[in-house]
């Protein structure tokens, strides 16, 4: 089994700053893809950065250029440092990973999700 832990959600104002990780453990053997995905009230689950495990990444465009996704292998940890905030992208936001487990082979996984608020 694999657990994601999301930290680092919060108030902030908006132009503010917050940077947020999520932790990978368990059985792992390969960790793919990471992402992070947010769902603000009452819209879907919406898509909002990823990263291969090679380094390679992609943004939606409304975060980018304001969002830097990254990871760092050796921890199975991703972060999502994101900038000059807008109340817009208050949401919860979950990560997700593509991991190889031991035994069970490859699927994927998600956090329980980070709030967080812009707002003045």
């Known amino acids: 089994q694999v657990q994601l832990v999301e930290s680092g959600g919060g108030l902030v104002q908006p132009g503010g700053s917050l940077r947020l990780s999520c932790a990978a453990s368990g059985s792992i053997f390969t960790m793919y893809d990471m992402g992070w995905y947010r769902q603000a009230p009452g819209k879907q689950r919406e898509w909002v950065a990823s990263?291969?495990?090679?380094?390679?990444?992609n943004y939606a465009d409304s975060v980018k250029g304001r969002f830097t996704i990254s990871r760092d292998n050796a921890k199975n940890t991703v972060y999502l440092q994101m900038n000059s905030l807008k109340p817009e992208d208050t949401a919860v936001y979950y990560c997700?990973?593509?991991?190889?487990?031991?035994?069970?082979?490859?699927?994927?996984?998600w956090g329980q999700g980070t709030q967080v608020t812009v707002s003045s």
């Open positions: 990263i291969t495990r090679t380094g390679n990444t």
């Open positions: 997700n990973a593509d991991v190889y487990v031991l035994v069970r082979g490859r699927g994927g996984y």
